[in-house]
């Protein structure tokens, strides 16, 4: 597949599982317009999957692909399922520190069926996700963590999650804010 069809085909699919989560699109559409800013910090050849992984991060929110409840691991089982390339998939199963809430839900097997990419691309998809808030406004990493916080009490498995991820999520955003300048 063509990368312009690629990303066409991932916003669609996007559209379709997402935009009826209402406030969940205005984030998905923030985040892809924001990967798009951050493509130029990755090899060109490599700008169509960041692209793509940034539509379809969070597709696994839909009810209808919910089978775990963990969405970065619905997301790309789902993905898998039908035929989207590795790599895209891979991304959407690791996007922004899921390992680290695999692990606290007792997930971390099931993802470990997904290949850990540790790369700019994934660098530029953690940049995107992690300074968009849940409703598309654009937020430092530092104030999209305090919006996590206070959105989740201490004993929510995601804001436990994100006093382990915070440290290693902000060194995979200060890389791309350095490649982006």
């Not at 996007?95 to 990419?117: K, M, N, P, T």
């Amino acid at each position: 597949m063509k990368p312009d069809d690629l990303v066409a085909s991932a916003m669609g699919q996007a559209a379709h599982l997402v935009a009826p989560l209402g406030r969940r699109w205005l984030h998905v559409q923030a985040v892809a317009r924001a990967a798009i800013r951050l493509a130029a910090t990755v090899p060109e050849s490599d700008r169509s999957d960041l692209v793509s992984a940034a539509w379809l991060h969070d597709i696994g929110y839909s009810p209808k692909l919910a089978e775990t409840g963990f969405h970065p691991l619905d997301g790309a089982r789902y993905l898998r399922d039908i035929g989207w390339p590795r790599r895209i998939v891979n991304l959407v199963a690791h996007h922004s520190g899921a390992r680290f809430e695999a692990q606290e839900r007792g997930l971390i097997d099931e993802l470990s069926e997904f290949e850990l990419e540790e790369s700019p691309v994934m660098d530029a998809l953690v940049t995107a996700d992690l300074t968009t808030g849940p409703s598309g406004e654009s937020l430092t990493f530092q104030e999209r963590i305090a919006e996590i916080f206070a959105r989740y009490p201490s004993t929510d498995p995601v804001h436990r999650t994100w006093l382990k991820a915070a440290g290693p999520m902000e060194v995979c955003v200060q890389r791309a804010l350095v490649r982006e300048h």
